[in-house]
């Protein structure tokens, strides 16, 4: 055979992002090529390049590797491979084994998009898409919002518990951390999905988005306008107050009491701690100790509960975790020490 390409580059895109939005690089090499080549004219890369006048021929079809390295390096001139969808497996060796000893041309992995960070979220929408589309799963295409609640509430759960600790945490702890954020973040995809069918008023995971991006936007005027803070304590007045006004640009009732919005299905400790932040902010902070003595007088069993809850808070702990960290340190130990007799 006789190898003529002098200069050979595989072009390699990211599927997630929008076909044609190539570097100035890439372009430069696409548009001077002598011969550009594409396993399947119709894929979205090819047909960004035919659409900005650059002449794409299609390539010979099902040739192994070995082959179409045999078909690229036969070429004269400066040649392009704008790769397949499935990444042309074995492609980048099959060149490499075959390139001839004298003179042989350049090989180059043409880097022309690449993804932002973020960007994997598109193929988590991708597929719950494809689940809850018809032929996908008959189990995800079944389910409701109400139906997907208590997942969410489970799986917020078992991210809790692989989130606590997780800062000085190494290994397996990270990677099941990474695991159970994923499984929460499913729960939102699949929500958003459910929602995208409504007849009336549907919304999507972009809605979803927009409306964070744009509440994080509103909600940090010392990051994105002029607003001057001098720590976190600022920071949180000033989250209060931004959102008291967009309940009040929302025509929702304005919140009548400190306590009020606080769910009732939270965990007890947390709902402890919720409630003693919101009374303290609030300016009830003395109101509350006093009722508490009462309480405490009369022999009222949680009160202890709740006074510890307010110990923790003072020295900046969180009762719940606390607990958490506690009960697993007796566990452990329990465990450690093998069953009872």
């Not at 075959?98 to 992995?109: A, G, I, K």
């Not at 290994?171 to 009336?200: I, N, Y």
């Not at 306590?259 to 009830?284: F, H, N």
């Amino acid at each position: 055979m006789d190898h003529r390409a002098r200069e050979l580059s595989l072009l390699l895109t990211s599927p997630r992002v929008a076909p044609g939005l190539l570097s100035a690089a890439a372009w430069r090499t696409v548009q001077s090529a002598d011969h550009v080549l594409a396993a399947d004219l119709e894929d979205p890369t090819p047909r960004a390049l035919a659409d900005a006048g650059v002449a794409v021929r299609a390539a010979d079809e099902g040739l192994t590797p070995s082959r179409r390295a045999d078909e690229l390096l036969a070429l004269e001139g400066a040649v392009v491979w704008v790769g397949s969808r499935d990444g042309d497996p074995g492609l980048a060796e099959a060149l490499a084994v075959q390139l001839p000893e004298e003179d042989p041309p350049t090989l180059e992995l043409l880097v022309g998009s690449w993804d932002t960070p973020g960007a994997r979220l598109l193929d988590a929408v991708a597929v719950m898409d494809r689940l809850r589309s018809p032929g996908g799963c008959p189990w995800d295409a079944e389910q409701t919002h109400a139906s997907l609640t208590p997942y969410l509430v489970e799986e917020a759960h078992e991210a809790v518990e692989a989130l606590d600790e997780l800062d000085d945490a190494v290994g397996e702890a990270r990677e099941h951390a990474v695991d159970e954020l994923g499984d929460v973040l499913l729960q939102v995809l699949f929500h958003a999905r459910v929602g995208a069918e409504h007849e009336e008023e549907p919304f999507d995971v972009d809605d979803v988005a927009a409306g964070l991006v744009a509440k994080l936007v509103r909600r940090h005027p010392h990051v994105f306008a002029d607003t001057q803070v001098e720590g976190a304590a600022d920071v949180a007045r000033n989250w209060e107050q931004i959102k008291a006004e967009e309940v009040a640009a929302s025509g929702r009732p304005a919140r009548e009491h400190p306590l009020d919005g606080i769910p009732a299905g939270m965990p007890s400790l947390a709902r402890a701690a919720k409630v003693t932040s919101r009374l303290g902010r609030a300016g009830q902070g003395p109101w509350l100790e006093g009722r508490l003595a009462e309480l405490e007088a009369e022999g009222d069993p949680g009160a202890p509960l709740l006074r510890t809850v307010l110990e923790l808070r003072s020295q900046g702990a969180d009762a719940d975790r606390a607990l958490r960290h506690t009960l697993r340190a007796v566990e452990q130990t329990s465990r450690a020490a093998g069953p009872p007799r």
